[in-house]
Structures are given as C-alpha cells and as structure tokens.
C-alpha cells in the first residue's frame, strides 16, 4: 500500500519568514495530494490540495508544489502570522478509481513566534 | 459550525464497558468515516461508509463496531477496549466515498481507557 513520509517532525519561524513541509509517497500511481491543518484542539481542515495534472498551485500565501518524478510535494506558507500555528498533515491517494484510502503523513508542527 | 457534530467530546470509560460514539453530518454529504488520531502517528482510517454500505474495514478489532443508520449518523459500538485504544476518535464526511473528495471533520471524541 501507499506509504507517506512526512518532514520536518516540527518547525518554527519567526512571523513573516516562510515555512516549507515536505512528504514523499511511494506509490507512483497517486494523484490526489491534500493537506490539512489542525490548530490545537481542533478538527483538521483541508487547506489545499493538487492533482497530479498540474505541478503547482497557489491560494494566497499557501502553495503546494509535486514533483512526480521525484514522488515528492511541498506546502509552502509565505509571510507566516501566529494564526498559522498548527499541525499540518499531507495525504495522499493509492491508485484506484473505487479507492476509498487517504494515506496520511505524520505531521509538522509548525510554530510561528511574534 | 463545521456540518459535522461529534459527541459526547470527551469519554473515560473501563476496559469491561459498552458505550458508543455518535457522529452527525448537516452537508448532504453521502459517505462518512472513523479515524483514529494517536500522539506522533498518522491519521489511521478505520471504516468508510457510502450510502449506508460499508465499503472499508482497515483490519480494525471487533472490539470496535460501527453503525450507519442513514447518510447522516454514524456510530461507533465500543466494548471491552484497551487501554491501547485511548486516542482522539474522528468522524468525518465527504461528498461521495472517494479519496479525492474532501473530507469534513469533526471534532472528535477524546477517549481515555482505564
């Protein structure tokens, strides 16, 4: 099955640097790359996600890029403000129309110091 | 409000105890499913319903049982767990069962077993 390794296990930035996650996945065959983040106490919530037809994509200071060859994806958080303190977890989807799985990271906790 | 109410929020229960946990989901959504969030491990996916049928069963004990009246209740059937099973229970809903569609938490049930 689908495997998801997740980096760094924890990171903190200073407010207004950027912040990088990183996951790998082993199954070539994955084409649906989610993230969710998770402030503390609460539900995760989807954040962004991709597909395997486009290499990256934006929604305001967070972008997600994927690299097929490499099975890697990265979420990126420009200008980071203390609201982005959470967990973020990556997922990704074994191959299979009728596929019901959702393979999750680890996740990162991110801290972000004013 | 996120659609999807879990209760009760928190359970402290014995290892010979019955007791069952509850999921509502308001977004129409047709597929619900039961995670179990453990500290430093990935989001491991227990069951899947689509349409009141269950389609995925990740080898979980049968110490765990769930149910699926309708589209929009779930519940989980606990009876004599382990303290092993102490974690944060959550239930979540898509708009159909597949992996690729995003998934809506809830916020957990937080489970100590004694």
């Known amino acids: 099955g689908e495997n998801v390794e997740q980096h760094p296990s924890t990171l903190s930035v200073q407010e207004g640097d950027s912040a990088v996650i990183k996951c790998t996945y082993s199954d070539s065959a994955s084409n649906y790359f989610p993230w969710y983040k998770q402030e503390l106490g609460k539900r995760p919530q989807l954040i962004i996600d991709i597909r395997s037809n486009v290499g990256e994509k934006k929604d305001q200071r967070i972008a997600v890029t994927l690299n097929k060859t490499a099975k890697h994806f990265s979420l990126h958080i420009t200008e980071t403000q203390p609201e982005d303190s959470a967990v973020y977890f990556c997922?990704?989807?074994?191959?299979?129309?009728?596929?019901?799985?959702?393979?999750f990271g680890k996740g990162t906790k991110l801290s972000v110091i004013p | 409000e996120t659609g999807v109410t879990q209760t009760p929020r928190h359970l402290v229960m014995g290892m010979t105890n019955k007791k069952s946990l509850k999921c509502e989901q308001h977004?129409?959504?047709?597929?619900m499913y039961w995670y179990k969030q453990s500290a430093k491990k990935p989001l491991e996916l227990m069951f899947v319903y689509s349409l009141e049928e269950r389609v995925e069963n990740n080898s979980v004990p049968s110490r765990f049982s769930p149910e699926c009246p309708n589209s929009s209740h779930l519940f989980l059937h606990l009876h004599t767990l382990q303290p092993e099973d102490s974690a944060l229970y959550l239930c979540?809903?898509?708009?159909?069962?597949?992996?690729?569609?995003?998934?809506?938490f809830g916020n957990g049930t937080r489970l100590t077993v004694t």
């Open positions: 977004l129409g959504h047709n597929a």
């Open positions: 979540a809903s898509s708009q159909d069962g597949r992996a690729r569609s995003p998934l809506h």
């Open positions: 997922a990704a989807t074994p191959s299979g129309a009728g596929s019901y799985q959702l393979t």
